[in-house]
């Protein structure tokens, strides 16, 4: 069975700093899909970045980037130029091809000004 | 366009009464998935849908709980006999097609008293 761990249940940044999140998967697939996504307080679930298994290039969205290490099963986040407007939790999740997403427990992410 | 809507945004219910969750997916989206948000369990997957179809409905936590989804569009989450434990946010998400990308609604807050 697939398992996504996020190790960093808190975290906190200076506005305009750079922060990295942390998230490791376990699989037995070679084709699989990695997720971040952003929930900040209205509830709302929102696609930050995706990363094809099959790619070796970092996938990267404007102010975010991923640092993914397929043979080490690693998959983490980094924000630049952190905005008050990051602070959300953070979950990360893995998609095999049944499609269904699997999440981590989460990263609560706070941007202080 | 439109993104994909929940209705209600809260319930509050007794235990022991049925509630019915409403999803309505992105227009043309043939994948719908139904989350379950817990402070005790984090995410977990319930049932997901290919058209008006139901291949996987691994994570449907008893059979309380069931799910249809008529014309591939709108899909009605039903929970009979609500006990305490069901409260939680229930999230659907919809993607353009099975394995792509996942985009979520803003859930359903229930509380069942």
């Known amino acids: 069975a697939q398992t996504v761990t996020q190790s960093q249940p808190e975290m906190s940044v200076q506005e305009a700093e750079t922060v990295t999140l942390s998230c490791t998967y376990d699989?037995?697939?070679?084709?699989?899909?990695l997720f971040w996504y952003k929930q900040p307080p209205s509830r709302q679930m929102i696609l930050v970045i995706r990363?094809?298994?099959?790619?070796?290039q970092n996938a990267t969205e404007n102010r975010f980037s991923v640092n993914f290490q397929k043979a080490a099963k690693s998959f983490s986040l980094k924000i630049s130029d952190s905005q008050l407007g990051d602070t959300a939790m953070y979950f990360c999740?893995?998609?095999?091809?049944?499609?269904?997403?699997?999440f981590g427990q989460g990263t609560t992410l706070q941007v202080k000004p | 366009g439109a993104g994909v809507s929940q209705s209600p945004s809260n319930k509050v219910t007794e235990k022991g009464k049925d509630v019915e969750l409403r999803c309505d997916p992105i227009?043309?989206?043939?994948?719908l998935y139904w989350y379950r948000q817990s402070l005790g369990q984090g995410l977990e997957f319930l049932i997901y849908?290919?058209?008006?179809?139901?291949?996987?409905k691994s994570g449907l936590p008893s059979d309380r709980f069931s799910a249809e989804r008529t014309g591939g569009s709108v899909s009605t989450l039903t929970i009979q006999r609500t006990q305490q434990e069901d409260s939680a946010v229930y999230l659907c998400?919809?993607?353009?097609?099975?394995?792509?990308?996942?985009?979520f609604g803003p859930g359903t807050r229930l509380l069942v008293l």
């Open positions: 998400a919809s993607s353009l097609a099975f394995a792509e990308t996942q985009y």
């Open positions: 699989t037995s697939e070679n084709n699989y899909y």
């Open positions: 990363q094809e298994a099959y790619k070796q």
């Open positions: 999740a893995f998609a095999s091809n049944t499609g269904k997403l699997i």
């Open positions: 227009s043309g989206h043939t994948a």
């Open positions: 849908f290919q058209g008006n179809s139901a291949p996987d």
